[in-house]
Structure formats: structure tokens, C-alpha cells
């Protein structure tokens, strides 16, 4: 069993930033991807950006230029710097592991990112 511990959510203005942060414990295996998603309310949960266990990023066309996943396999957790945040950025931000040999996905809790002046 895995669980994902999420933090970094929170009330920022326009143009500012946030950095999310989602750990992995439990029972690890070495290949897994992992990514980031949102769902805003009245809309569905989509892709925001995902990164292979070897470095391979993807983002949504929303994001590109302005995020940047990341992560750190040592410590199993993946990272979501967010730049340049606009309104329509506010949504609950989950985060995702999926284990490639199992074909399973773990998701976070999720975390409020609000984006208002």
C-alpha cells in the first residue's frame, strides 16, 4: 500500500508563485511515474503536468512556460513549481503515482490552490 502526503496549497495573487510538494511511503517499487492533476469546480480533473522515473516531462498547453514538475527519486516525492499563476488556476491539485509493472495508480488527498486579489 502507498500513500501520498501532499503540502504547499494555499491563497496567492496573480502573477505570484507556489510550490507543491507530494511524498510517496510505503511500499515503493524502482519504475513509476508520477504527475500532477487539478479539477476546478463544474469542470473535470485533468493532466497538469506528469514525469517519467527517468526525467521525461509532459504539460498541459494551459501550463506550458509557467510550471515545472520535478523530482526526486531518492526521497520518492515530486514537485510542482508554479509561476505566473493566473485565476483560472484555482482548482484542487491531486497527485499521482502509478506503477508501470502493475499498471496501479495511488492518488494524494489533494490540496486548495487559490489564486485571488
Known amino acids: 500500500q502507498v500513500e501520498l502526503v501532499e503540502s504547499g496549497g494555499g491563497l496567492v495573487q496573480p502573477g505570484g508563485s507556489l510550490r507543491l510538494s507530494c511524498a510517496a511511503s510505503g511500499t515503493i517499487f524502482s519504475v513509476y511515474n508520477m504527475g500532477w492533476y487539478r479539477q476546478a469546480p463544474g469542470k473535470q480533473r485533468e493532466l497538469v503536468a506528469r514525469i517519467t522515473t527517468r526525467g521525461f516531462t509532459d504539460y498541459a498547453d494551459s501550463v506550458k512556460g509557467r510550471f515545472t514538475i520535478s523530482r526526486d527519486n531518492a526521497k520518492n516525492t515530486v514537485y510542482l513549481q508554479m509561476n505566473s499563476l493566473k485565476a483560472e488556476d484555482t482548482a484542487v491539485y491531486y497527485c499521482?503515482?502509478?506503477?508501470?509493472?502493475?499498471?496501479?495508480?495511488?492518488w494524494g488527498q489533494g490540496t486548495q490552490v487559490t489564486v485571488s486579489s
Open positions: 499521482n503515482l502509478k506503477f508501470l509493472t502493475l499498471s496501479t495508480d495511488y
